[in-house]
């Protein structure tokens, strides 16, 4: 039998250039025809600055936040609006020894 090679990483994005990637494309051309929609109801004295917002709209939406570099600022809006409000979620995080000894130096009891 022939040996086969497996992917290891099928849900990877497609790569237009260095920054771009397919799926930032297919947002850039939703919002230019959102923009070219709504521009019909915008008073033409604003047309302008209605096109320099939506087009920093449009490159804030795609850009990766360092806090969350595998996710876009589009896809972090989109799960905070969609997020239950009636659950709790607790964060778990890493405490260095050194900076609880420091705390419970200030606080002036052990815990």
Do not use: C, W
């Not at 051309?29 to 600055?49: A, D, E, P």
């Amino acid at each position: 039998m022939a040996m086969y090679r497996i992917p290891q990483n099928v849900s990877s994005e497609l790569k237009i250039n260095k920054a771009l990637y397919l799926t930032d494309l297919f947002l850039l051309m939703g919002l230019l025809l959102f923009t070219f929609v709504m521009s019909n109801i915008v008073h033409s004295s604003l047309i302008l600055f209605f096109y320099v917002f939506m087009a920093i709209l449009a490159g804030l939406l795609i850009i990766r936040p360092a806090t969350n570099p595998k996710k876009r600022i589009y896809e972090a809006i989109f799960f905070a609006i969609r997020r239950r409000k009636d659950t709790y979620t607790a964060i778990d995080y890493v405490v260095d020894d050194e900076a609880e000894e420091e705390q419970e130096e200030h606080d002036g009891y052990i815990r």
